[in-house]
């Protein structure tokens, strides 16, 4: 157990919809990231937040936004979706940007029907 | 700019034999290296890591790699390998220009074969 939590799990919705991803950091850990695993993409760096900022920017599309809240829980929200946002979205943190650990959740699993 | 190539998206070894997984990475500013493991259905998990002292790195269950700067490489070896080894394999590189996010390479999955 890496001590990072998403929710939910599992998620299947439909073409067009929304869609909020939740992710807990490890206790004490300032700085979150997101990332996309798809087979075709391999595993894409999204975003990074540092202490309720964004600090760093990946392949995130503008239908995709984040937010990192003063509890230091962050979400991931999808919009608009496709069908080829259908991946496995990682949660991660550490506690400093500085060659620190990243420690990752166990994923959500998105699929878009 | 920083990235990793991974050498082979599949690599099949006996139980018992040398697991080499190779890596090469660019980064335009001394970088720290990674190699996450991710057995089906998990999240990824740390296997060691270089951050600019030993070169040579030890990590969980017999892993370890040698960062080798003229060569640009941190290959992935352990002496021999188990069953238990099978899995998706990460090499993941990261500096100060990325804001200390990890770039992956496309992975490698490692076969041990009885």
């Known amino acids: 157990d890496s001590g990072v939590t998403q929710t939910p799990k599992h998620l299947i919705t439909a073409t067009g919809q929304r869609v909020t991803l939740r992710c807990s950091p490890r206790s004490g850990d300032l700085s979150v990231y997101w990332y996309q695993q798809s087979l075709d993409q391999g595993l894409q760096f999204l975003i990074q937040?540092?202490?309720?900022?964004?600090?760093a920017k990946g392949n995130i599309l503008e239908r995709f936004s984040a937010q990192q809240f003063p509890d230091l829980h962050s979400e991931l929200n999808l919009s608009s979706l496709e069908l080829g946002d259908s991946a496995l979205y990682f949660c991660?943190?550490?506690?400093?940007?500085?060659?620190?650990?990243?420690?990752f959740g166990e994923g959500s699993w998105l699929t878009v029907v | 700019a920083q990235s990793v190539t991974q050498l082979g998206s599949h690599v099949s070894v006996s139980e018992g034999a040398l697991v080499l997984l190779r890596c090469n990475y660019s980064s335009s500013v001394p970088p720290y290296l990674f190699w996450y493991v991710q057995y089906p259905n998990q999240g990824l998990q740390l296997l060691l890591k270089?951050?600019?002292?030993?070169?040579l790195v030890k990590g969980i269950n017999g892993f370890e790699a040698e960062f080798k700067k003229s060569e640009t490489s941190f290959h992935l070896t352990k002496p021999s390998a188990h069953m238990s080894d099978a899995a998706e394999y990460f090499c993941?590189?990261?500096?100060?220009?990325?804001?200390?996010?990890?770039?992956f390479g496309k992975g490698t999955s490692l076969l041990v074969t009885p």
């Open positions: 993941a590189v990261s500096n100060q220009d990325s804001g200390y996010a990890l770039n």
């Open positions: 937040y540092y202490n309720g900022e964004e600090r």
């Open positions: 270089y951050t600019s002292a030993a070169t």
């Open positions: 991660a943190s550490s506690g400093s940007f500085s060659g620190n650990t990243i420690y």
